[in-house]
């Protein structure tokens, strides 16, 4: 990986999603990497942020932030196993320089980093009331059917994988034993709506996401491993 996968990897860890994938996308469009080095780059730089594990869900959601220190930990190292497990050969030849853009235009650059803030914000909001909203639909319909009734934590899972925070939400209800490991799963997959947000920065700038969509199917089930070795040993 190129020196500039710390660079994302650190803002992804501090700034939580989709930070990591824009980040590539735009490192990419202005070919500072190449589209195969920031595919294997999203095996790093796709996690969620301290802010939201240990406020949102581990303080707010399940009222301690021990848990939420939990997650913090079960989701970070899934995410490094993860990028052990899919490690690539060193290719041997040092990176090249960084040549960064420069340029006398402060107005234009700075017109043109809050307009791509500002896009960004309103991109990742419909995101999120748009598959709200189809995880409401679905656990409406789904609890037509005695069988979803009786099951909640298959209910909040289902939901969660659609839309992670809603699926955290009815999971820190749930009372289970498993509902801290399953959160660890869904914030580690993301849900369709953080991934769906994830594969449009990738796709825009041209970038594969096979490698982006294997390391999330061997993260997720890795956090919720970790977590459960956790909560059960502590």
């Known amino acids: 990986m190129p020196a500039l996968s710390g660079y994302v990897f650190c803002m992804s860890i501090l700034s939580g999603y989709p930070i990591g994938a824009k980040l590539l996308a735009d490192l990419t469009e202005h070919g500072l990497i190449t589209r195969e080095q920031a595919s294997a780059m999203t095996v790093i730089c796709s996690s969620s942020g301290p802010l939201f594990l240990l406020g949102s869900v581990g303080s707010v959601l399940f009222s301690s932030r021990k848990a939420g220190f939990i997650l913090f930990f079960s989701h970070l190292s899934a995410i490094l196993l993860t990028a ?5 050969k060193k290719s041997g030849q040092p990176d090249s320089p960084i040549s960064l853009p420069v340029g006398n235009n402060t107005d234009a650059l700075l017109y043109s980093s809050m307009l791509s803030s500002v896009l960004s914000v309103l991109c990742v909001g419909g995101f999120i009331a748009v598959f709200y909203l189809l995880s409401q639909m679905l656990c409406d319909f789904l609890t037509l059917f005695p069988f979803f009734r009786k099951t909640p934590l298959l209910l909040s899972v289902l939901s969660g994988v659609v839309e992670m925070t809603g699926g955290c939400k009815l999971l820190s209800e749930s009372g289970s034993v498993l509902a801290l490991p399953l959160c660890a799963f869904l914030i580690t997959l993301g849900g369709a709506s953080i ?12 970038v594969p996401i096979g490698r982006f969509l294997l390391s999330k199917a061997i993260a997720s089930p890795l956090a919720f491993l970790i977590c459960l070795l956790f909560c059960l040993f502590q």
């Open 84 to 88: 052990f497990l899919l490690r690539g």
């Open 195 to 206: 991934l769906m947000q994830q594969i449009a920065y990738l796709k825009k700038a041209g």
